[in-house]
């Protein structure tokens, strides 16, 4: 599991570059849950541009980070998604409290 981030003001963007699935949620859930109890960001934005692949591990990843966010008054989006998962976060319904940008930057982390 490897991840980058940058925090700039009250906006947190994180890269992930691996898989979501149920080997690498939890690593990834308390590095993110770290920078976000440590930056206090009002959005937070998960560049997908590297995971080809996510399971329903990642859709509970999501919606806690999703519910801790929200708790500091905060919003999630998710950026660079690819169709595979983009349909797996459709059928979950989490694309009705979650943000999709339909951005092709590659200059964000």
Do not use: W
Not at 26 to 40: A, H, M, N, S
Not at 78 to 93: A, D, T
């Amino acid at each position: 599991m490897d991840f980058d981030y940058q925090k700039e003001d009250k906006l947190l963007q994180i890269r992930i570059k691996d898989e979501i699935d149920h080997h690498t949620t939890e690593k990834i859930r308390r590095r993110v849950d770290y920078e976000i109890q440590r930056y206090l960001p009002r959005k937070v934005i998960f560049n997908f541009d590297n995971v080809s692949f996510m399971d329903s591990a990642g859709i509970g990843l999501l919606v806690g980070r999703y519910k801790l966010i929200s708790m500091l008054g905060g919003s999630i989006i998710l950026k660079n998604v690819k169709e595979n998962i983009k349909k797996i976060l459709e059928m979950s319904g989490l694309l009705k409290i979650i943000e999709i940008e339909e951005s092709q930057e590659k200059n964000i982390v």
